[in-house]
């Protein structure tokens, strides 16, 4: 029986893969050591881990503004437009020596990357707590989805969801207030032309997109896309094969870009 007994340094490992599981479990997070580490060395690790995941869960949450020292932030309204850039440069420079990092998306101007800074991120709450070597990283998309990237999912997905006969037509980012070529239509009226369009097929094949370019006129956004899609004529074995340029009309409703209206080769609403 003796010869079966577990020994110090292997019932330590064994601890070890449980503590391991138990901050996986508790924290999501992820340990990745060595076989031959000694065991402990591993253990007090972990235990620092915990030690450290549970102050940071049960720390308070202050606004970034507070949490960098409560610096002098100057309203948009009274910069001119040549001190904007030195003002972000400012904040960028107070916040990174608080270890605290956001991203500066490409389509944003100078102006309304300020505004974000100053009047929205400034106020926003983040956990009161920091340690050696600890950055906060916040990324400007998890505020807001206004970035090329997004108007170029959506449309593709929208198109995705019209040319999938394997399911129902979802609307998938589809708005509420839609248009054809020439005139305002429901939501309602459009879904009806799309799910009439796709009932004049019994297989849809989407090819190839690819966004070319957005453009903005009057307040509203237009993507422009190259497409290329097959179909299969319901009640015949004719196959038709579209391809060409597109575009899509979309508008800034609750945060998001949503699609309403679509001119393609083979479809419109």
């Known amino acids: 029986m003796e010869e079966n007994q577990l020994t110090p340094d292997e019932e330590l490992r ?44 049960n720390a308070a949450k202050v606004p970034v503004h507070e949490f960098i020292g409560r610096p002098e932030i100057k309203r948009i309204g009274i910069l ?39 009047e929205e991120f400034m106020q926003h709450p983040m956990t009161d707590h920091s340690a050696p070597g ?25 198109l995705l969801d019209i040319l999938n006969l394997d399911h129902e037509f979802m609307g ?10 020439h005139n305002k239509i429901s939501k309602e009226e459009a879904i009806r032309r799309i799910n009439t369009f ?18 903005t006129h009057n307040g509203t956004m237009y993507l422009f896309f190259g497409i290329a899609w097959e179909g299969l004529n319901a009640g015949s074995s004719e ?12 508008g800034w409703e609750d945060g998001e870009w949503l699609v309403q209206g679509l001119s393609m080769p083979g479809f419109s609403f």
């Open 14 to 57: 064994i601890e070890n893969k449980l503590k391991a599981l138990d901050l996986e479990l508790t924290y999501g997070a992820e340990t990745h050591i060595a076989s031959d580490a000694p065991p402990e060395i591993v253990s007090q690790f972990f235990d620092n881990v915990k030690k450290y995941e549970e102050q940071y869960a």
């Open 80 to 118: 001119n437009e040549q001190d904007i850039e030195p003002e972000i440069e400012r904040l960028i420079k107070l916040l990174e020596k608080k270890c605290v990092l956001i991203d500066r998306p490409e389509h944003l101007s100078p102006e309304h990357y300020y505004r974000f800074l100053s």
């Open 134 to 158: 600890m950055m906060h990283f916040f990324n400007y998309h998890e505020f807001h989805h206004d970035g090329p990237e997004f108007i170029e999912q959506h449309v593709s997905e929208f």
């Open 172 to 181: 998938i980012w589809m708005s509420e207030h839609c248009r054809d070529d």
């Open 198 to 215: 796709r009932a004049m097929h019994k297989e849809l094949k989407p090819i190839a997109f690819k966004a070319e370019r957005a453009e």
């Open 239 to 250: 196959t038709e094969r579209h391809e060409g340029l597109g575009v899509s009309q979309l």
